[in-house]
């Protein structure tokens, strides 16, 4: 009866008319196949397919809710693959061997104990701490390797038993499978409280995997024929359209397209009406071959739309038509999408549904206005509890009764354009800047620097991603020599090739590599030796010799993998063989340690594949882990520089500047099979201090009550700001961050750091704008600013400064680590002016999540393994939480002061309103702050659910004491709302008759 109560109450929240949505769930996997190991690399399809392919789908239907699903062509084919028994992955092959009782080699036991890939990748907090047995062997795990020397397997692997490794594999297939399908199988269902196991148990989960694995498709197909979901395919290899356009590249993006819909036709019985074009990546070249192949509809990002047509409206239909076929277009929400991806994960289903409910009542109501929920269909579920089972069904159920009750009409993308078609806008032609992909990009460092195109056209290039940009996949000099290697190897073989030959091309065609490359969403470690495997096998069953860089471990424009990258240093390295490599402003010098040759690299040469400088091989022949422009041999007293993989005598004098080094840049040095970075000292230079302003230690609690995420990378204070200071360098300006502890690089951002974003507030003297960029928090008036800084790990968003028009150039600093936890990032003065002593400085430090809206981490009431905890539940659901830890200020009970002024209320009709809080603390020349360390007492108060908990922080201190208290409830909030009165009068004035009464009651 609670839930009819709850039905009712959230269905005033809306008007009469009800509310369009399409929900869109996008299914993908890339392909894990390495051509040189003829094996599947990672086994992500089989256990999603396990653990969501089928359960989504299937919780969903239970509620009625019609929904669209996509199926990549790389995912059917790689199901089909498990099903028919083609290729298997290398944890199902350690798992077989097992299961039957063999032995495995020591190198075998030791890859399943590595965390990241091994048998330990599963979410920790909600499904590995929660069985007893995993936890045991996750604490010997981390024991072994912590006492055992790096990369020493006999040492690691002789602290388990045979049985521990059979119960470690036991557990990680076991517990992929998703409870509510585990449940369909009493035997798998009570194997999930036994913690000791038998090879035949092993035996039997893997014997389901298959089976589930088998049904995936048939579930599909059977769904899409009875009408209760809609089936979309996405072009066969996930292929980042647009730039294979760009590069000329149209009959490859056909040969994707037909592939997909005849697996659709075949597997699935379907020939499809709407298209999903990978990574929602278009542009008007993409849009006309969809429409040549008479899909009705595609979807691509609200960022896409205010590129294309600014001032348009997301919640429209729109359409193209080429030469009268029409082609309509849905723009997805990014708010409602992102937050199911990640953010409700930390809230119940009751309190994510309000919240949906509560944003949808602002959107613009109309027959023809529809809001679009697209997102990753298979990644978010295990980051909920109980594997989003319960979200799943009470979130939708919810949905389903809001439907029957006229709140809401939820609609199959296809329906709705039938029903909207002459409702339709046009997309207006206009002009726009295209990437060009016919010249050589080895070249280019930086995506704001590549050559563009003027295209008259309907839509502009863009993605779901960075403001509707392609940077995650293209900009990053690894991503831009990987386009060109895929051009040339076009170039070198040809498409007309028999199908043997052309598969391996298709592979290399698909957006994941780039994705991976340039560390936007991670390391390529993973994911290099697939992607350098297919171009190999294509190059190999055309009969051609791969080119050489093919063949080296370094990314493509030279960066060698993380794993190899053992120390670094600032104008000397000490190797581990203790040889001193020392570098000045001229000259690299190495000594004491044995004689041997040492490889150096520059990692600003451009390494284009149609002019091959460096060598990926030494002078002797053995392989390389950087590509070397120089070397020196350290028992000769030789110096050798390269060209076109061969090493040629210079003399006795190793010149930086022969490799085309300069000050302050950087060098890989290899020795020994290990590789080191050195940093090249900066000339000598003028530099004057401007701003120089510390923070409290130990106030790293944002609001006073944030607790950092649960996963073990992040140690204590890496978001506790120390100091900030700018300096004067005569062309730039230098800002320093310091940090507690920047925590390592654990993730190998690129510039040096994971963990922490800076975000930097100018105002110049005029103040245009005093929102902040994804914080939750506004500036006030004497505060705005008009230039932003956005200081991160180097991924894309994590270099930006952004102008308070909107406008944003990206890699236009230099960012990297300083000394005694310290980051730096040089800003060119032409990108910011000339310093003022009346500029003010806003500073904040959040923690950076390259999936997260924003590139912020979410924040929650709870946290969990990725999630910030602590937030105020009405903030939450207004909207109004403030994502920062640390905020620059003189005292942290100024900082909570600040971060704790936002307004949540919750209205009569059930709706969450908030405003953010407002933040006034800077600093400036013309009114320095205070920097004496304040010593901070901080006493929290929170309740949730009726349970209070005391938590009572205290500061190593230096001088004064102060001491705050905040409170927090669930059902109680702020009392001030006077500035929500006219809102609540309205809302309450829906609430007539009995819905009213059982409000009331309620209350």
Known sequence: MKRVFYILFLAVLLSAQPVNLVFIFHNHQPWYIDFDKNELILPWVRMHAVGNYLKVPLLINESGVPVAFTLSGSLIEQLNWYANGTYTDFRYRISEKLARGEPLTPEEKYAMLKVPGGFFDINWQNILYGHPRYAVLLGMRNDAFSKCPPENVTCVVSKFSDQDLLDLATLFNLLWIDPSIARRYPDIWAMRNKTSFTPGDLKRVLEVHTQLIRQVLPLYRELARRGAVELVPVPYSHPLMPLLADMGAHDDLKIHIALSNGLFQRYLGVKPLGVWPPEQAVNDEVLRLFAEYNYTWTVTDEDVLRATWPGASHFGLYYVDYGGRRLYIFFRDKTLSDNLGFRYSSLTPEAALADFVNYLRRVPRGDCSVVVVALDGENPWENYPNFGDDFLIHFFRGLSQLEKNGTVK??????????????????????????????????????????????????????????????????????????????????????????????????????????????????????????????????????????????????????????????????????????????????????????????????????????????????????????????????????????????????????????????????????????????????????????????????????????????????????????????????????????????????????????QFFHVYINKGRGERNDTLGLRVALCREAAWDVALLIGPGWSGGNRIVYSDGTYIDDAMSIKPGPNNTVVADVPKKYVGDFGRDWKFTVFLTSWDGYGPDNIRNFGVLADEWTAGGADPAAVLAGVAPRVFDLLADTADQQIKALTSYKAARLPNGTYLGKPAVVCTYVSASKPPETQTATITVTVTQTTREVSTTVETRIETRTTTAVSTVTSTERQVVKEVDWATSLAMAAAALAAGVVAGILLRRR
């Not at 091309?505 to 590599?513: P, R, T, Y």
């Not at 936007?520 to 993973?526: A, E, F, L, Q, V």
């Open 410 to 755: 939820i609609w199959k993308p296809s329906d709705f354009v039938k029903a909207c078609a002459d409702k339709a806008a046009e997309l207006p032609l206009r002009e726009f800047k295209y990437f060009d992909l016919g010249f050589d990009i080895s070249f280019y460092k930086s995506i704001r620097d590549l050559p563009r195109r003027s295209v008259k056209g309907r839509i502009a290039e863009g993605s779901w991603s960075g403001g509707g940009s392609l940077a995650v996949w293209i900009g990053d000099p690894d991503e831009n020599v990987w386009w060109m290697w895929v051009k040339k190897a076009r170039e070198d073989v040809g498409i007309n090739r028999s199908w043997s030959v052309l598969f391996p091309l298709l592979v290399a065609e698909a957006s994941d590599w780039p994705f991976w490359y340039g560390n936007d969403m991670g390391s390529p470690i993973t994911f290099d030796p697939v992607a350098k495997s297919a171009l190999k096998a294509y190059y190999q069953r055309a009969g051609l010799q791969p080119p050489p860089y093919l063949l080296s471990s370094a990314y493509p424009a030279g960066t060698p993998r993380e794993d190899k990258l053992v120390a670094r240093g600032e104008g000397k390295v000490v190797t581990y063989q203790r040889a001193t490599v020392y570098v000045n402003t001229t000259h690299i010098w190495v000594e004491g340690g044995p004689c041997g040759v040492f490889y150096i690299s520059n990692p600003d040469v451009p390494r284009s594949p149609y002019i091959y400088r460096g060598a990926v091989r030494g002078i002797r022949g053995e392989p390389l882990d950087i590509v070397a422009d120089m070397a020196v041999d350290t028992c000769t007293g030789s110096v050798y520089l390269s060209d076109g993989g061969r090493f040629y005598p210079v003399g006795r004098a190793a010149q930086i500047s022969l490799i085309g080094a300069k000050p302050g840049g950087r060098l890989y040095v290899e020795h020994g099979g290990l590789v080191y970075l050195l940093g090249i000292p900066e000339a000598q230079a003028a530099q004057q201090l401007l701003i120089k302003a510390r923070d409290p230690v130990g106030d790293d609690f944002g609001t006073g009550r944030y607790q950092y995420p649960k996963n073990p990378v992040f140690k204590p204070g890496v978001f506790d700001l120390t100091e900030f200071a700018v300096y004067d360098m005569g062309d730039k300006l230098r800002f320093v961050f310091g940090v507690r502890e920047l925590g390592g690089n654990p993730w190998g951002g690129p510039s040096g750091f994971s963990l």
